[in-house]
């Protein structure tokens, strides 16, 4: 059985010659601070989703017609995980900041 990939059944994100091509302003946030910008915006956006599910679902409890139970439960979900993915983030920076600290110099 043959698996390999060539360039024309590889997904975009893995084709080089296709893949987008990121600027060294994209990666640093434009004039932003870097890491420090780009965790700060995606900190906020993380609080937004879970500000958005709160109101969802106080919008479902006090029987609002406009709002659907469905939307409040996508809504609660993508506020969940976007929580847990900052959580692992910030366990993975302690334990590299861990791991430099007890390096040997």
């Known amino acids: 059985m043959d698996l390999r990939l060539t360039p024309n059944t590889m997904p975009t994100a893995v084709r080089p010659t296709l893949a987008p091509r990121i600027s060294s302003s994209q990666v640093t946030g434009g004039g932003d601070a870097g890491f420090s910008g780009a965790l700060k915006s995606a900190l906020s956006s993380v609080s937004a989703a ?6 969802l679902q106080r919008e479902v409890q006090l029987e609002n017609p406009k709002v659907s139970l469905e939307d409040t439960m996508v809504a ?6 976007g929580f847990q993915a900052t959580l692992h983030v910030r366990n993975r920076m ?11 110099v």
């Open 94 to 104: 302690v334990q590299a900041y861990t791991d430099i600290m007890n390096m040997q």
């Open 76 to 81: 609660i979900q993508k506020a969940q995980i």
């Open 50 to 55: 879970q500000n958005e599910s709160g109101r």
